[in-house]
Nanobody, 118 residues
Framework: QVQLVESGGGLVQPGGSLRLSCAVSGSIFSRYNMGWYRQAPGKQRELVASIRSDGNKNYGDSVKGRFTISRDNAKNTVYLQMNSLTPEDTAVYYC????????????WGQGTQVTVSS
């Protein structure tokens, strides 16, 4: 069974930093594209960052230059380092494993809350 578990969220002041982690079980982690998404109240879920199995990275325009995605295949974990946080970054952050053989569907974690407030 594929399972994704996010951790590292919490309350942080504007300008602060957090590092989110996503531990993946039930799959051969190194084969899969991974991503971080976020959803704020009343808004659509949006891409934050992604990292392919070959290490290629992409970032949403609103976080580029502030956030960094990385992966450790030996630990089956993907990370999101978030710096220079603003209240607009407040959201539930979700980890995603991309589609691949045999079921060709996305898998999502339960989400972790990030709140940026003074």
């Amino acid at each position: 069974q594929v399972q994704l578990v996010e951790s590292g969220g919490g309350l942080v002041q504007p300008g602060g930093s957090l590092r989110l982690s996503c531990a993946v079980s039930g799959s051969i982690f190194s084969r899969y594209n991974m991503g971080w998404y976020r959803q704020a109240p009343g808004k659509q879920r949006e891409l934050v960052a992604s990292i392919r199995s070959d290490g290629n990275k992409n970032y949403g325009d609103s976080v580029k230059g502030r956030f960094t995605i990385s992966r450790d295949n030996a630990k089956n974990t993907v990370y999101l380092q978030m710096n220079s946080l603003t209240p607009e970054d407040t959201a539930v952050y979700y980890c995603k494993r991309g589609r691949s053989w045999p079921d060709w569907k996305d898998y999502w974690g339960q989400g972790t809350q990030v709140t940026v407030s003074s």
